[in-house]
Nanobody, 115 residues
Framework: QVQLVESGGGLVQPGGSLRLSCAASGITFSSYGLSWHRQAPGKERELVAGISSGAGITNYADSVKGRFTISRDNAKNTVYLQMNSLKPEDTAVYYC????????WGQGTQVTVSS
């Protein structure tokens, strides 16, 4: 059974930082491309950042470039999203995804940026 479990969300003030984690089980983790997505109320889910298998090539949405960093630890079957200089518009439910020939999603973790 495949499981992706996100953690690390919460309430943070503007300018603050959070680190999200997504622990995977039931897949050959190192073979999968991994990504973080987010969905704000009333908006479509959007890609935030991705990291490839193998070389670990990363890509980011323009809105988070220079503030967010995606990384993976294949030994721990975990993907991370370090979020710095958070803004109120970063408020959303954040989801991780693992993709190869099939896609798997986590259940999401809420991030709220507010003073």
């Amino acid at each position: 059974q495949v499981q992706l479990v996100e953690s690390g969300g919460g309430l943070v003030q503007p300018g603050g930082s959070l680190r999200l984690s997504c622990a995977a089980s039931g897949i050959t983790f190192s073979s999968y491309g991994l990504s973080w997505h987010r969905q704000a109320p009333g908006k479509e889910r959007e890609l935030v950042a991705g990291i490839s298998s193998g070389a670990g090539i990363t890509n980011y949405a323009d809105s988070v470039k220079g503030r967010f960093t995606i990384s993976r630890d294949n030994a721990k079957n975990t993907v991370y999203l370090q979020m710095n200089s958070l803004k109120p518009e970063d408020t959303a439910v954040y989801y991780c995804k693992a993709a190869l020939w099939e896609h798997y999603w986590g259940q999401g973790t809420q991030v709220t940026v507010s003073s």
